[in-house]
């Protein structure tokens, strides 16, 4: 659950606020002024506050002082009517972490809260990297005993004790934000604030200014300044994921922040320098764009100070275990409940399995074998057909899920698109074959062993329906009545 802080001295807003964030995940205390909210804030330990510019007695603008006197890692979003968009500006020079313009749009200040207390989370979690004990190891941490995790623990620490620029690669799912988050909670720069910015999620004309802020009037639709990342992250960490995905333009930016640790919003000319350690992440090779002329040699040079590489799950199996073990107490921690047990088949599986997705996809097979799963214990049957290989003698899943259309080429398109994604992962299946095998199997299964209604459904004669069943060996399998 988090707790957000309204203060706000309009009743109209603190009633808003209160039908908008009805929820069971968020517990919202209101304020009448900024006396109040910071008289609040040390008993109540709000994720994030979000306070009126203009009240009666204290300004928002000493108020949000004051909140970031005591403690600079509380994020503040400033509110404001159009006509004082400049303090809210100010504000944002002082560290707020954003503003809304009133009256607000819902949505607008749904999402800016979501991504905020997503922020705070970041910032307040921390991230243990040393192998966990026994007893402590369902608390947020890297989890890994094999080598090359050990490797990658050691690198944490240093980083941690450096401000070097750090490079984080490796697939998707692999820990690449676990891995920043743990060099900042453990860094000198812990107390200051660390934001998270995803290049590939922002649309390009955007990004620039999501990073650098812009002038009035520095594109259409700029109608007001606004801070950038770099700005509202002075003094903290800054974590550039997927930076692989930048224009030019932002990575010729970026460069010269790394060179001279100076930039222009867009559309000014007034150079604003800022100290902010970067951490970046990337999920594919770096080397490859810079050698496809994608991503310039220099600003690589400069990223790539210290190179944290985090090897996909499949080249440490050994941590598979552990990390299950970790999974399973995390989620059992969640519903205030006992962990369920494992089966061995279901360990043997996990760990044979190659996980494209990486550690990711690890969390969420289990996340949904605890739902399917009935009784104490997670079987093999609650894991999918990919990964126990159930389901079908040719291993192919059981199950697929049907595209929704009426059968036309573009629905078989995605299923053999489908179909490919699985083949890719097993180097041993001859995908036509078993894909042949399998049509056969379910069209006599249909038709109840009727080959003539079968090879009718397969949309072929039954001579070549029975040379089918006869190369696959299919009657023997198959008690087809
Ligand atoms: N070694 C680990 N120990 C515990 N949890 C882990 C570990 N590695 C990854 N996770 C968990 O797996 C999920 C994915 O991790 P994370 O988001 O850090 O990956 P990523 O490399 O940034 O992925 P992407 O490239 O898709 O953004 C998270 O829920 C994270 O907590
Ligand atoms: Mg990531």
């Known amino acids: 659950m988090s707790k957000l802080l309204l203060i706000d001295d309009e009743a109209d807003v603190q009633y808003s606020f209160q039908r908008i964030f009805d929820s069971p995940d968020i517990e919202l205390t209101t304020a009448s002024s900024g006396e109040e909210g910071l008289r609040i804030i040390p008993g109540l330990k709000p994720d994030l506050v979000i306070m009126d510019v203009r009240m009666g007695g204290l300004t928002g603008l000493e108020t949000l002082r004051r909140i970031h006197h005591a403690d600079p890692k509380l994020l ?34 749904k999402e800016i809260v979501f991504n905020a207390l997503k922020a705070a989370s970041d910032m307040r979690q921390v991230v243990s990297y040393q192998p966990l004990l026994e007893k402590e190891d369902y608390e947020l941490g890297i989890v890994g005993r094999s080598e090359p995790m050990q490797q990658v623990f050691k690198l944490i620490g240093q980083l941690a004790a450096s401000d070097a620029t750090a490079l984080i690669s490796g697939e998707s799912g692999t820990g690449k934000e ?4 743990a060099i900042y909670h453990h860094s000198n720069r812990s107390q200051k604030p660390f934001l998270a910015v995803n290049c590939a999620a922002i649309p390009e004309q955007l990004l620039e200014s999501e990073l650098f802020g812009h002038e009035r009037g520095a594109f259409t639709g700029a109608t007001l300044q606004r801070i950038g990342k ?159 290989g159930l389901g079908s003698a040719a291993g192919i899943p059981g199950t697929v899920s049907l595209p929704a259309g009426e059968g036309s080429t573009a629905d078989i398109a995605a299923m053999a698109r489908q179909l490919f994604q699985w ?59």
């Not at 006509?83 to 607008?108: C, R, S």
């Not at 992962?425 to 003539?452: F, Y």
């Not at 949309?459 to 089918?468: M, V, Y």
């Open 76 to 109: 503040v979003i400033l509110m404001t009517a159009y006509g004082t968009t400049q303090t809210a500006i100010e504000a944002m020079k002082l560290g707020a972490y954003d503003y809304l313009l009133k009256p607000f749009d819902v949505p607008k200040l």
């Open 178 to 181: 676990l891995v920043a988050r």
């Open 230 to 388: 770099f700005e509202q992250c002075n003094q903290g960490t800054l974590f550039l994921d997927e930076i692989g995905d930048m224009t030019p333009a932002t990575q010729t930016k970026i460069l010269r922040v790394l060179q001279s640790g100076a930039f222009e919003r867009v559309g000014g000319n007034q150079s604003i320098a800022v100290d902010v350690r970067i951490i970046a992440a990337t999920n594919r090779p770096l080397e490859q764009a810079v050698a496809a002329r994608q991503f310039r040699e220099d600003l690589f040079y400069r990223l790539n100070v210290v190179r944290v590489h985090l090897p996909p799950l499949r080249e440490r199996r050994e941590d598979i275990r552990l990390l299950v073990n970790y999974f399973l107490k995390a989620f059992a921690k969640e519903h205030q409940g006992a962990p369920k047990s494992i089966a061995p088949g279901v360990i043997r599986a996990l760990e044979k399995y190659h996980w494209p997705g990486n550690v990711r996809e690890l969390e969420n097979v289990l996340r949904r074998a605890l739902v399917v799963s009935k009784g104490n214990a997670i079987l093999p049957v609650d894991l999918p057909p990919e990964i126990t």
């Open 423 to 481: 083949a890719r992962r097993d180097p041993k299946l001859k995908l036509i074959p078993a894909v042949e095998r399998e049509l056969v199997i379910q069209a006599l299964k249909e038709t109840s062993g009727n080959q003539i209604q079968a090879a009718k459904l397969l949309g072929i004669t039954r001579a070549t329906l029975r040379k089918r069943v006869e190369k696959f060996g299919i009657q023997r399998e198959l008690s087809i009545t």
